[in-house]
Nanobody, 126 residues
């Protein structure tokens, strides 16, 4: 069982940076791949970024590649999402997710993540 709590969302202007954090409970955090997803009003939830158990590999969606960085600290049971050069289209509720994922292609799909946080709102004004 893993419980996830996101923090760090807020209202920023276009071009600003924001850092989201996701704190996980439990002693098996390092067993889980971690992902960030987002959902904008009226749209489906979409993949943003993922990181493997060791932190050695990361995956990004095309819209955020080069602007966002995902990282994790297994000693602190925490995963981060550093968001730079934010755009109004990045406005969404951002969710942290954990999954027992091993296959690279499955990191992109929300179906493979069994645990989710409550979400944190990110609003980017133009």
């Amino acid at each position: 069982q893993v419980q996830l709590v996101e923090s760090g969302g807020g209202l920023v202007q276009a071009g600003d940076s924001l850092r989201l954090s996701c704190a996980a409970s439990g002693r098996t955090f390092s067993s889980y791949a971690m992902g960030w997803f987002r959902q904008a009003p009226g749209k489906e939830r979409e993949f943003v970024a993922a990181i493997v158990r060791s932190g050695g590999s990361t995956y990004y969606s095309q819209p955020v590649k080069g602007r966002f960085i995902i990282g994790r600290d297994n000693a602190k049971n925490t995963v981060y999402l550093q968001m730079n050069s934010l755009k109004p289209e990045d406005t969404a509720v951002y969710y942290c997710a954990a999954g027992l994922i091993r296959t690279p292609l499955t990191y992109y799909s929300s179906s493979y993540y069994g645990y989710w946080g409550q979400g944190t709102q990110v609003t980017v004004s133009s």
